[in-house]
């Protein structure tokens, strides 16, 4: 049964930085690519990045390029989101998500199959 647990969200002030982490079990992690959703209130899902399986080939929204970075650990089986330069705009829900197989090709939801739970995030100006 695969499990994806979401922790480190909280409230920042605009500026500040947070660490999202997502613990993983019951699939082989190392062998999957992995992604970051977000959702504010009252707006839909909305993509924030994914990394294929190697660790190295990543993409970002275009909102939180050069501020946000995705990275996995495969040795502790955790997906990170570090996320720096918060601003107002960036508050939601995080859902970690696993992808579909190894790589995934696009932002959408659909590449991917199991979700978390979701760690909430709130910047405050």
């Known amino acids: 049964q695969v499990l994806l647990e979401e922790s480190g969200g909280g409230l920042a002030q605009a500026g500040e930085s947070l660490r999202l982490s997502c613990a993983a079990s019951?699939?082989?992690?190392?062998?999957?690519?992995m992604g970051w959703f977000r959702q504010a209130p009252g707006k839909e899902q909305e993509f924030v990045a994914h990394i294929q399986w190697n660790g190295i080939t990543t993409d970002y929204a275009a909102s939180v390029k050069g501020r946000f970075v995705i990275s996995k650990d495969n040795s502790k089986n955790t997906l990170y989101l570090q996320m720096n330069d918060l601003k107002p705009e960036d508050t939601g829900m995080y859902y970690c998500?696993?992808?579909?197989?190894?790589?995934?090709?696009?932002?959408?939801?659909?590449?991917?199959?199991?979700w978390g739970q979701g760690t909430q995030v709130t910047v405050s100006s």
């Open positions: 019951g699939f082989t992690f190392s062998d999957s690519a």
């Open positions: 998500a696993k992808g579909r197989g190894t790589w995934v090709w696009t932002q959408s939801p659909s590449d991917f199959t199991s």
